[in-house]
């Protein structure tokens, strides 16, 4: 059940404040299950109006003021996030199939740390609880306890339910 607090907190799609990189015309919605078929098809399956077959597709939205990406099967959006926070701050949040986690956060158009929760020795930059304050007690994963200090500390959250939902959405190879 979705906790009415967070309903107030201005929840809003915009596809044209915030740029995917991409040409308008090439901006299409697609929910998660629909950019995950595009995804894994083969080259000569390939069904969209794309001259393509895409590596990723970015699927992006705000909450309360808050831009995202979601991404499937790549994490692309990392190489951007010194530009994308030319404005205020941005992190990667990042989990593979194998339970890696990687995190990396800029702030005013410069990185200041990546790091792998409870893994201090492969940070690179400021230390996390000295650059956000965040320690992985490693009592969960690690990308779910940054993503939970978030909303603790900041009041970012995503609910499940939009993760999936129609996005604007955009390929890249």
Same mark, same amino acid.
């Given at each position: 059940? !979705?906790?009415?607090?967070?309903?107030n907190k201005?929840l809003?799609?915009?596809? @044209?404040? =915030?740029?995917?990189g991409?040409e /308008?015309? *090439?901006?299409?919605?697609l929910?998660?299950?629909a950019?995950l /078929?595009l !995804?894994?098809?083969?080259? /000569? @399956?390939h069904i969209?109006?794309?001259?393509f077959p895409p590596?990723?597709i970015?699927?992006?939205?705000a909450?309360?003021g808050?831009a995202?990406a !979601? /991404?499937e099967? *790549?994490?692309?959006?990392?190489?951007?996030l010194?530009?994308?926070?030319?404005?205020?701050?941005a992190w990667?949040i990042?989990?593979n199939?194998k339970? +890696?986690? *990687?995190?990396? =956060?800029?702030?005013q158009?410069e990185?200041?740390t990546? +790091?792998?929760p409870? !893994?201090p020795h492969?940070?690179h930059?400021?230390?996390?609880?000295?650059?956000?304050?965040f320690v992985?007690?490693?009592?969960?994963a690690? @990308?779910?306890? +940054?993503?939970r200090?978030?909303? @603790?500390?900041?009041g970012?959250?995503l609910?499940w339910?939009e993760?999936?939902?129609e996005l604007p959405a955009?390929a890249f190879?």
């Open positions: 059940m !979705l906790d009415q607090g967070h309903e201005g809003r799609w915009i596809a @044209d404040a =915030y740029p995917l991409a /308008e015309q *090439h901006v299409v919605p929910t998660r299950s950019a /078929e !995804l894994i098809r083969d080259a /000569e @399956d969209s109006d794309l001259d590596d990723t970015a699927r992006a939205g909450v309360a808050w995202y !979601l /991404e099967f *790549h994490c692309r959006t990392g190489a951007h010194a530009a994308l926070s030319q404005r205020g701050r990667t990042h989990r199939a339970g +890696f986690s *990687h995190i990396d =956060y800029a702030l158009g990185p200041v990546s +790091f792998e409870g !893994l492969l940070t930059g400021t230390s996390a609880e000295a650059a956000l304050g992985h007690s490693g009592n969960e690690g @990308d779910v306890a +940054f993503l200090f978030l909303e @603790d500390e900041l970012l959250w609910p339910e993760t999936e939902a955009a190879t």
